[in-house]
């Protein structure tokens, strides 16, 4: 046996871990060029289709290779069909609208085409936009058309506009009137469509890409009318039914006094119909012009109370008692809460004709009891007399005797102000009232004013109030001095267009006053009658100063024959008094103090004389206070 020995670096053994890793590394070394080199190629495209669509991209069928944003604008511009051709015609039950594509601002989205073609290749990284580079000359990228359907303005208004167009709105049943009578309308249910329906249907027709016209059928809405003819008859009927004829009729009314009618005009006036607080659509009744109808009412149903009257007997004295009567007064509150209640009952269906009033009863101040018990004790306590000359001046007594009669029999109530003017009656000719004298602007005139010499009336009983202790009021002395009346005590009335001059005195005792006035030839006396009053009055004797003596003139009048003389103002002489009247009731106390301060002017005198020598001895006669034949002149009235 041979033995070789080899030596020991030959005999290592042989390994397969080398191999290996050089394949591995030969590998990963080629996959490293392959994607530099891919990385340079996209990088040399991109450089060279800088700003441009790569090759093989399209857009809707249309090739944009090489061409910049503006020139593949304008390309698919070209070549892409219009989207804006074409409509959509919308029907909803018998009525159809028609949209065009270009009002609702369908159109080709150019931009974003364009902006997806120019970033094919454009990722952002370099390896996969490589291979999209080598894909694009083997496979070229098509692109989708891509669609603006419609302006989101536009579509709002123009889904309002047809939904408007092709909807029926329900009608609502309506009561009208004509005169007095009610009548209710026809109703009619409505087709809706909703604004927002036809905004998705043309948003869903709008949305494709073919540009052919489109038919959309929508189901419109059945829509019940608030107001069904149903009701509104009711509601006629009811409003019918509360504007019948409605009696008022008047609590304790007169014998023969009638019930007041409110019509059915006025009724129905109050009625209308809208909403209420309990329905959209009713029936409202106007309570305040009800609320005014009945104020109106007031001036016939209110009735002032009557005090019970104590009569005068015809020979002098007191008569019996003339009864009282209550009075009345609308209580307007109540009375229209009344009538709304019973209109609401008629409106329910309750058939009422006639409702009463509601009033307040005022009793008199003077019950016909008060003054039944009143009566026996009633007694005159104070009396004035005026004497005076029948004549011209105060028409022959009449207009001094028929306003006493007026005055006689005036009963005054506690309280209750007694005015001159407001107790006689009308100063007319046909009542027998004359033309007669009267003081004018400081001088005494004849025959033009109607009731001259009224003031010896409203003198007499201005003292007999005075003397029975009575408040006092208005008072006005006259314009000069005349003695037949107390010196500063007389009361002149008179009424001059607007301008009144009154005499007024107060009964502010606790019992009825009666007064009596009685009117003769050439005299007038007013009686106070009433409880005895336990007053005592004084009045001071005149204090005068001031005294102006008055002179008389003559003066020549052509219209006068001769020797004859006319009287056409008397003298009297001017001067101030005062004097003052103090009440005192039973235990001493002053209740009334009236101070009366009385300026009387001068008026000089006025004689006219004929133009003859003998006017002089006229007028010397005339200042020895005689007159002559044909004067015809009485002292002035006031």
């Known amino acids: 046996m041979t033995t070789i020995t080899m030596p020991r670096r030959l005999m290592r053994p042989i390994s397969t871990r080398p191999a290996r ?242 019509g059915s005009e006025t009724i129905a006036s109050w009625i209308s119909f809208g909403a209420t607080d309990d329905a959209p659509y009713g029936l409202v009744l106007d309570e305040a012009a009800a609320a005014s109808a009945v104020e109106a009412l007031a001036e016939t149903v209110d009735q002032a109370p009557v005090n019970a009257r104590i009569a005068v007997a015809s020979g002098g004295g007191l008569g019996g008692v003339i009864a009282g009567q209550d009075g009345r007064v609308l209580n307007v509150t109540e009375t229209v809460e009344g009538l709304v209640t019973t209109l609401a009952e008629r409106g329910a269906g309750e058939a009422i004709a006639s409702m009463p009033l509601v009033v307040d009863v005022t009793e008199p101040a003077i019950s016909t009891a008060q ?100 408040e006092m009021g208005e008072r006005r002395n006259h314009y000069y001095y005349i003695d037949r009346y107390p010196d500063g005590l007389d009361a002149t009335v008179s009424i001059f267009d607007n301008w009144v001059t009154d005499m007024t005195f107060r009964n502010d005792t606790d019992n009825p006053i009666v007064i009596r006035g009685f009117g003769g030839n050439g005299f007038v006396t007013f009686q106070v009658w009433s409880v005895p009053l336990d007053r005592r009055v004084v009045i001071t004797d005149p204090v005068t100063s001031n005294h102006r003596a008055a002179v008389d003139t003559t003066v020549v009048d052509a219209s006068l024959a001769p020797g004859t003389s006319k009287r056409i103002e008397y003298p009297h002489d001017g001067h101030d008094v005062s004097r003052t009247r103090f009440v005192y009731d039973a235990a001493g106390n002053l209740i009334h103090r009236n101070d009366y301060f009385s300026a009387y002017k001068t008026v000089n005198g006025i004689v006219h004389v004929g133009p003859s020598p003998a006017a002089e001895e006229t007028a010397a006669a005339a200042d020895d206070g005689g007159a002559t034949a044909g004067d015809g002149v009485v002292p002035p009235e006031g």
């Open 21 to 262: 890793r050089g394949v591995l590394i030969g590998f990963f070394a080629t996959l490293l060029a392959g994607a530099i080199l891919l990385v340079g190629l996209s990088v040399g495209v991109m450089l060279a289709a800088r700003g441009t669509v790569l090759a093989g991209v399209t857009t809707g069928g249309v090739s944009l290779t090489g061409l910049d944003r503006g020139e593949a604008i304008d390309r698919l511009s070209a070549r892409l069909p219009s989207l804006s051709d074409g409509a959509a015609t919308i029907t909803a039950g018998q009525v159809s609208q028609e949209v065009s594509f270009a009002d609702l601002g369908r159109r080709h989205d150019l931009d974003a085409m364009v902006d997806r073609a120019l970033a094919v290749g454009r990722s952002g990284n370099p390896l996969a936009d490589g291979l999209a580079h080598l894909r694009a000359f083997v496979h070229p990228t098509s692109l989708p058309v891509v669609v603006h359907p419609y302006d989101e303005g536009a579509m709002k208004r123009i889904a309002a506009e047809v939904a408007a167009a092709v909807s029926t709105e329900p009608v609502d049943a309506v009561v009208t009137s004509e005169g007095t009578t009610f009548s209710a309308s026809v109703s009619r249910p409505g087709k809706v469509v909703e604004a927002v329906a036809v905004a998705d249907a043309l948003a869903a027709a709008s949305a494709s890409t073919s540009p052919g016209d489109v038919r959309i059928h929508l189901e419109p809405e059945t829509v019940a009318p608030a107001v069904t003819t149903g009701a509104a008859r009711e509601l006629a009927a009811t409003a019918n039914a509360i504007a019948a004829p409605l009696e008022l009729a008047i609590p304790g009314a007169a014998e023969g006094e009638e019930p007041i009618e409110i």
């Open 371 to 470: 003054a039944e018990a009143v009566l026996p004790k009633m007694q005159m306590i104070s009396s004035w007399t005026t004497y005076y000359v029948p004549g011209e001046g105060n028409a022959w007594g009449n207009n001094i005797n028929i306003p006493a009669r007026d005055i006689d029999g005036k009963n005054l109530a506690p309280g209750e102000w007694f005015s001159f003017w407001d107790s006689v009656g009308p100063i007319t000719e046909e009542r027998g009232f004359g033309y007669g004298g009267a003081i004018i602007n400081g001088r005494s005139t004849q025959g033009v004013a109607i009731g001259g010499g009224i003031c010896s009336t409203s003198t007499t009983i201005f003292n007999a109030a005075l003397r029975a202790g009575l």
